[in-house]
Structure formats: structure tokens, C-alpha cells
């Protein structure tokens, strides 16, 4: 079936510094891809929408500039937190759906990405 | 984006059905209902999801109500491994995926 891959699963960066966390499909491609963050006790936040070859599109309230969202390819989004701060530590999920929408409904999510920042 | 209302949390014991409940009255006719779950400190894991007709599959049933307004997740003999934090999502086919507070599924032995 449809596998997304999220890559590191754990990362602790130094305050200052800029992560970048890689989301591919595997074994599909993926059209669109989202990108959330979640905090402890809470649910996900949606952060952005990224279309293989156009500019992402941020929900209100995200960031652009220090979120950085790449998806070059139909099997890679990329998302870099820049100059991170501790109140950016949270568990960082990615999604893609694919071209051809499967028995899951399209939607298949990541492992995530644990990001704390020291 | 539909808004949905779902119980923070439900118990279950091993081995019994659970029923877990959410209202969506705002859904849009083209909106699909899905349902994922998530264990601690993982993505989302997919479960059902369905237009208008119930929907049955290995993991799980759902029920949806005729006017689409509210849906039931089933789990037939809920396991230990079941316990997790569900969540009911209504969107349209390839849309954005806006998840609310979901029902923490605690499940006794």
C-alpha cells in the first residue's frame, strides 16, 4: 500500500540553527502534500499545503518565511524550520495524498518528526 | 471546513464493540467522512471513510446518518492495541485534512 516515509524521526538542534525534515512517498505519487505540527496534549495543526512544482500554501498564522517548503519532485517535500527556537520544538507530521486516490481515501501520513530545540 | 464535535474520551472494555460518535453538521454534500487514528507519538493512521453508504472494512464500520450530519465509528471487539485518539474528519476528495480535538479510546482488560 501507500507508504510515506519521514525522515529524521528525532532531531535537537541548537537554537539559531535551521532542521530540515524530508517526507517521501515511496511507492506512489504524491500530488499534494501537507504539512503539520503538533504539541503535546493537543491535536495537529495543519501548517501548509505543497503542490509538486508551485509555492506552498500556508495557513493563516504560519510563517512562510521561517518554514521553508520545497516539494521539487512528486515523491519529496522538504520542510526546514530556520532559525529555530525552543517554542518551535514540537512533533512536525507530513501527508501526501496520491495521483490516483486509493482504498485509504488518498491520504497517507508519516511517522513524524520529534524537533527539540536546545 | 465542516466543524465537527466528537467526546474527548471514551472507555471500552477488551473484546466488546465500541461505538464512537460525532456530529458534523456542517458537512458539505461532496465533503467524504474519514476517520484516522493516532497513537502516542506517531502520524496518523488511517481507519474508514465513507460518502453516504455504510462502510465496512477490516478495521472497523461506518455508520453514517441519513442526513450525513453525524457519523459512528464501530469498532466490533475493540484490543488493547485499539486504544488511541480518534479522530472524525469530513472533506472533500483530495482536500485539506482539518483535524479537530478527536475521542481518546482508553481500552480495559
Known amino acids: 500500500g501507500a507508504v510515506v516515509s519521514q525522515h529524521p524521526s528525532r532531531v535537537i538542534c541548537k537554537s539559531g540553527t535551521s532542521v530540515k525534515i524530508e517526507c517521501r512517498s515511496l511507492?506512489?505519487?504524491?500530488?499534494?502534500m501537507f504539512w503539520y505540527r503538533q504539541f503535546p496534549k493537543q491535536s495537529l495543526m495543519l501548517m501548509a499545503t505543497s503542490n509538486e512544482g508551485s509555492k506552498a500554501t500556508y495557513e493563516q498564522g504560519v510563517e512562510k518565511d521561517k518554514f521553508l517548503i520545497n516539494h521539487a519532485s512528486l515523491t519529496l517535500s522538504t520542510l526546514t524550520v530556520t532559525s529555530a527556537h525552543p517554542e518551535d520544538s514540537s512533533f512536525y507530521i507530513c501527508?501526501?495524498?496520491?495521483?490516483?486516490?486509493?482504498?485509504?481515501?488518498?491520504?497517507?501520513f508519516g511517522s513524524g518528526t520529534r524537533l527539540t530545540v536546545v | 471546513d465542516a466543524k465537527t464535535t466528537q467526546p474527548n474520551s471514551m472507555e471500552s472494555n477488551e473484546e466488546e464493540p465500541v461505538h464512537l460518535p460525532c456530529n458534523h453538521s456542517t458537512i458539505s454534500g461532496t465533503d467524504y467522512i474519514h476517520w484516522y487514528r493516532q497513537l502516542p507519538s506517531q502520524g496518523p493512521e488511517y481507519v474508514i471513510h465513507g460518502l453516504t453508504s455504510n462502510v465496512n472494512n477490516r478495521m472497523a464500520s461506518l455508520a453514517i446518518a441519513e442526513d450525513r450530519k453525524s457519523s459512528t465509528l464501530i469498532l466490533h471487539r475493540a484490543t488493547l492495541r485499539d486504544a488511541a485518539v480518534y479522530y472524525c474528519?469530513?472533506?472533500?476528495?483530495?482536500?485539506?485534512?482539518?483535524f479537530g480535538q478527536g475521542t481518546e479510546l482508553s481500552v480495559k482488560p
Open positions: 511507492d506512489f505519487q504524491a500530488t499534494t
Open positions: 474528519i469530513p472533506s472533500r476528495q483530495g482536500g485539506k485534512l482539518i
Open positions: 501527508s501526501a495524498i496520491a495521483r490516483a486516490l486509493s482504498l485509504t481515501g488518498g491520504y497517507t
